[in-house]
């Protein structure tokens, strides 16, 4: 069974994210949607409502499980049977750091990393973004996903 891992830390999961979830999941025939847990990030939503939010999107999707972790995401792949990491990059600076994170991985546990390019419709929007947005009181809805369009 090829089962993938798309992590991150999703504070909040944005239309771009379901995009990379939508795009990999027909690659796969499991994708667990990893939320990291990071205790220098101090995120709008704790990490059990990130996963709660994300899992209640995909919940008539079998083939989707959303878990969270606080270890080095190799482990984290290693402990779930992941062969493979899912991630989308906006950007040639994204690119290069998902390269050499990928390299670092791979040689860590042998799993590989599967790169998508974001939609060109979406690459501008990012977590940090749509949390800006919202401090300022501005209507972040379009950044976000609801059930109907997953």
Known sequence: MNIALF???????TVGHADIVRRALPLFDRL?????INPSKHGE????????????????????????????TVDFASECGARYIVRGVRS????EYEHNMAEVNRRLSGVETVILCADPALAHISSSLVRELEAFGRDVSEYLPSASDI
């Open 7 to 13: 992590p991150g830390s999703f504070d909040p999961f």
């Open 32 to 36: 667990i949607i990893a939320v990291g």
């Open 92 to 95: 040639p600076i994204d690119f």
């Open 45 to 72: 939503q704790t990490a059990v409502q990130r996963v709660e939010s994300i899992a209640s999107l995909y919940r008539k999707e079998p083939r989707i499980e959303v878990r969270a972790y606080s270890s080095l």
